[in-house]
């Protein structure tokens, strides 16, 4: 859902260039890679599109050498142009770079196997192994296979979050900047641009501005950790995906996002992402060698991801008010922000509660 | 003018259309939209049905809270509610402030989004 909401939060610039890429064009491109670094007789079959929106493409597609099957993933920029951006999204060449990091990290990420720049047929774009395993979070929180999985995802969440954090900033390129006032600010004008007063916000917002807790040392953060974007196999966590949203941060804004309640699908006991107690990511978190947090430290940011997404799908429906989106989707969309409005005064009476 | 059918039996002819006849002939993107199109028209069942209650409440709760004169519109009560809370004139200290905004969210997310667990949520807590 979230692809949603940021392929909306940039506008959408169409490539001026002509789209290079059809199917055979890409096949062809791929195979001449795996013959240089597998061997001549590598073939490449498969090839698939998964998915796509208006910042990156996703290909499936398998190496076959020597009848030894590799499937990977292949991401790329629309048409092989990486589109001008206006907001934070970061670059196919920066996220693959980002992967390399976390992997020596100890974060469960897809090995990089090759990044391409400029290619004549690929353009921007980069491949990586294909892990396997499930996204949906709906699936798994519900199904059986990953029982297990969610006995200790929790746990590795917090491991996988303190080795992402702990990635040196020196040795990453350049990365947008946003604590936790910038991203209040930032949301707390788009919402007022969109003129549609809405009170609950409004007393977020003030209660936000009011109870700033300090900045921690900023860190790389992911930005989208969330069900959705984690990889789950009935042994736990696969795989962390989607690192478009890395920026450098606050620590506390990737567990908080983790533990928005939109991201519970349904099962809101359960504060981790609708499967693990706060307290059980947070003794990993700091077993890892992050620094040691109580989930009262979580809520000023948790509150802050709501109201984000929240003003998230107010976007999606301006794209509908405005008429640039006219579809039946992101009209009802805008009758999904009482969700977050819900979850904003349950969690502003807990702090109230607490006061 | 006459009322028959009514508003929700129009709409609910419409919703019939849309989940048995059109539905199990469409795939992929159009199928998707057509399950939207019929989740929006059970909103507008709720809505129907609820908003004209919900809305005398919620102006009643709004004139007591703000002070404000009866014949104040809505929406003029909200942007007053909501420019009190940005000059920091009202916030979660004030007495039924919390309460007026639960019980508001609450009657919305009734018609928007009942099945939310965040609902189940507050409504627990109201005991």
């Known amino acids: 859902m979230l692809s949603q909401g940021k392929s909306l939060a940039r506008p ?5 260039v002509a789209k290079m890429g059809s199917n055979e064009q890409i096949s062809t491109a791929l195979e001449g890679w795996a013959e240089a670094k597998y061997g001549t007789g590598s073939k490449v079959g498969g090839l698939k599109r998964l998915s796509g929106g208006a910042s990156q493409e996703t290909w499936a597609f398998q190496v076959s050498e020597n009848g030894h099957e590799m499937p990977m993933i292949l991401r790329r920029a629309p048409g092989g142009v990486e589109a001008a951006r206006s907001s934070q999204a970061i ?28 290619d004549p047929q690929l353009g921007q774009a980069f491949v990586m192994d294909r892990i396997s395993g499930e996204t949906l979070g709906r699936k798994i929180l519900r199904d059986e296979e990953y029982s297990y999985a969610r006995k200790i995802l929790a746990r590795q969440c917090g491991q996988a979050l303190a080795g992402i954090h702990s990635i040196p900033l020196e040795n990453l390129p350049e990365l947008p900047v946003s604590d936790g006032i910038t991203q209040l600010e ?4 788009i919402y007022r641009a969109y003129d549609l007063p809405r009170p609950v916000f409004e007393l977020a917002i003030s209660w936000l501005k009011e109870n700033a807790p300090t900045a921690l040392p900023v860190v790389l953060v992911h930005g989208d950790f969330r069900l959705g ?12 995906l989607d690192w478009e949203l890395a920026h450098i941060g606050d620590p506390r804004e990737d567990i908080a996002w983790l533990c928005v309640n939109s991201w519970r699908f349904g099962h809101a006991d359960k504060r981790v992402g609708g499967f693990g107690d706060l307290t059980d990511l947070l003794d990993a ?25 929240g003003i998230m799908c107010m976007t999606m429906y301006e794209a509908f008010r405005s008429g640039a989106d006219p579809s039946v989707e992101r009209a009802a969309i805008g009758r999904r922000v009482s969700e977050t409005e819900i979850d904003l005064v349950n969690l502003l009476e807990g702090v109230r509660n607490h006061a | 003018m006459h009322d028959a059918p009514s508003t929700a039996e129009l709409v609910e002819a419409v919703k019939r259309f849309i989940d ?89 997310l009734s018609v928007d989004q009942p099945r939310y667990s965040g609902l189940a949520l507050a409504l627990q807590s109201r005991g």
């Open chain 1, 285 to 309: 978190y700091a077993a890892a060698g992050g620094p040691q947090m109580t989930p009262r430290d979580i809520d000023w940011w948790e509150m802050m991801g709501s109201l984000k997404w």
């Open chain 1, 186 to 189: 930032k949301y707390e004008s």
């Open chain 1, 91 to 118: 670059g196919l060449a920066m996220e693959a770079t980002l992967l390399t990091h976390a992997a020596k990290a100890g974060v469960p990420v897809p090995p990089v196997l090759g990044v391409f720049e400029d």
């Open chain 2, 20 to 108: 048995d006849t059109a539905s199990p002939q469409l795939t992929g993107h159009a199928a998707f939209h057509a399950r939207v199109a019929s989740n929006v028209l059970a909103t507008i069942l709720r809505e129907l049905e609820q908003r004209p209650g919900a809305e005398a409440d919620e102006k009643d709760r709004l004139i007591a809270l703000l002070g404000a004169d009866v014949d104040t519109p809505l929406d003029a009560l909200n942007r007053e509610l909501c420019k009190r809370i940005r000059s920091g004139n009202m916030d979660l200290s004030t007495d039924g402030l919390l309460d007026h905004l639960k019980t508001t969210t609450i009657a919305q």
């Open chain 1, 12 to 16: 959408f610039f169409p490539a001026i």
């Open chain 1, 229 to 240: 974007n984690l990889m789950v196999s009935e042994k736990g966590l696969a795989s962390v």
